[in-house]
């Protein structure tokens, strides 16, 4: 049965669920000098006690005892192998960790006013891409509602659906029709709010042009305004139907966000007009114009399969390459036997704005208001002119509802730190969720074919199912950057139960491997260049997009392989020390608990078998050179049944290691009979905590039974008359495509052909 499918009943509230639906800072707690000197001291305690390891324990054994046998030998290099790059990885981490904590103390953030006044000089203009498959339409309505109300001067949002349009299924085809209105009706519903704030403004400046400088009733006046739009954003956080977590988040965050912070400046403003002050006449300015511009937005719809001159493969990077492919140009529609094509036309009725900037957003994503207007800032500074892309790394939203989201949600806050932290050595990626682009750098490695007589464009690689990170290795090779902005601003949905979570993390354990070529040759290409490619950078990309497939390939060995206990120490015990105690002060630091370092762990046992998957998939498609479709992340309100693989599997390593405890114990291997037990104990408390017996159980029978069942194809209606010879023939069809495809049967019939025309004498 397929992995996406959804099973009643709906999800309830579990026990042990997140509680606080209050959101991280926005601004990361500033560390202190000693948890950055502690931070230090753990990453050199990690290399002093892997060396310690290999001299004391391996070398030991081979100078005391020579090479002994074969297969000691070959147990003990294995051995070793797989525990370097296990510290490997746990070193990473901690690198990346302490990039982030600088990063975090050095970070200032830019007065609002200072925005306000480089805006008023530059209004570069921003494209939001909001790609859409098949999603729950209350979930693209918060994200496009999110982008709407961006405080940003010249901003266009683009909700790119990507369903079949012409849906057989009338109630796929109501949903198809609902999300197409969704633009229209927030664009209805932010009409009140930008006529009246486009007339305010206009006024204000008119009336400025024959003044020395506000009045206090001038200020007083702005002041209602910003109360009035205050209480719009009130009004509607009030009307908005709270059924979880994420959409309690919407209406306090954004919706009550920002109607605080504008309530906030019209205080301030009364403030001063009490005081009998006033701000200078450009501030009044640069206020009212912050107003229309959040709400001023264009928002519409695109679906480039409505096309037959665009690109149909089923994934998010080619929906993304169509869209911006047209940008800047016009178009008229011509309907062909093919289907409708657009055709570039100077006078095109069918017009596609270009901008400076794009922002791809995933459609389950939320922005904080002023998101755009602090990251293209930050690019438009002197010192960031070769940067492509910035983003915020997302955050989880808060308040999970069940114990495998808040978990997820964990593990998704850790990488926002490492995210962070990357940025610090020039080794960021690009993170498809959300990022704002600077468009001339998609330019720069746009790839361009000729497909069925239509000009096909790839600015982001479709090659693989993790889109972004190849984007990011082909900008590097062009000489651009990527960079983390230092504040948590976006939020993205964790997926709620196990099934959907294994689409999810296959999807992201797919890809890496194929990538590491290209990255190889970035790096050669750039040192070409005289650029400084530091072996730091080049680890933790390197860490980034392989560390998946050694973890768990090494796991599996250590799971799997009774190794010769003289190779086992406490000092690999120690070496791995810092890594978890770091991780649980940071689980700690965003709202967790210490403990979830276990929980994360048989998280990741349970989760072993979905990894390798995507592993393997990333081995095919190398061998094949076939594209692995896209998995899109079901986002249900019920809960998403797991395929069989990955629900067995679990059940598989805990008996597993329950095997190996009890043949250690009896062999007197005290070190792997713990190591075995605790997986035994961990595994099984993850299967209990986020998959569930009874799920499991379900979702066994439903792949063991869902053959059985296969859906009922409508036949279609019977033709009262057989074909005739002389059918006609859609002409259009073979003028168009030059072939018989047109003709009423397959092979064509031979008839007589028409007697030329004739012409009198003298005509």
Known sequence: MPANTSIAPARKRQWGAERSTEPLPTIHVRPSDRQIAMSRLAIVATVVFWAIYVVYTILRQFIDNGTQNFRFTTEAVSYVIVVTFLTFSALMYLVARQGALIRFRDHVRVPRAELDRHFAQNHSSITVLVPSYSEELVVIRSTLWSAALQEYPEMRVVLLVDDPPFPTDPDVAAKLDQARGIAANIMEALSEPRSRFADARMHFELDSMNEDGPSIEAVRQLAYQYFWAADWLETMAEAEKIEDHVDEFFADQVLRGLSEELALVGTALTAAADQGETPALERMAELYRRLDWTFNADITTFERKKYASLSHEANKAMNLNSYIGLMGDSYDEEQTPN?????????????????????????????????????????????????AVTQTPYSSFRGAGTRIERLAGATTDIQHLLHQGMSYYNAAFWVGANAVIRKGALVDIVEIENIGGFEIKRYVQDRTVIEDTESSVDLGTHGWSIVNYPERLSYSATPPDFGSLVVQRRRWANGGLLIMPKF??????????????????????????????????????????????RLLSPVVVLAAVPYFLCMGFDLRRFGYRFSDIARIYGFNLILLPVNLAGVFKSIEQAITVKKIPFSRTPKVKNRTAAPLLYVVAPYVIVAFSVITLARDVIAGNWGNAAFAGLNALLAMSAIVAYIGIRNSIVDVWIAMTGWLFVPVKQKPAASDTAPQDDAPIDWRSVLYRGDAEGMPSAAPTKKPRPAAPTTRKGA
């Open 520 to 565: 190889i040759r970035q790096v050669r290409e750039r040192r070409a260049r005289g650029e400084r490619v530091t072996l730091t950078e080049i680890a933790l990309r390197t860490n980034y997009m392989t560390s998946i497939a050694w973890a768990s390939f090494g796991l599996v060995f250590l799971l799997a392989y009774p190794y010769d206990s």
């Open 339 to 387: 289907g409708l094509v657009l055709r570039p036309s100077p006078t095109g009725e069918f017009v596609i704005p270009d901008s400076d900037y794009l922002l791809t957003l995933d459609a389950d994503s939320v922005l904080l208001r002023d998101y755009c207007l602090r990251l293209v800032y930050f690019l438009e500074q002197p010192d960031n002119a070769r940067v």
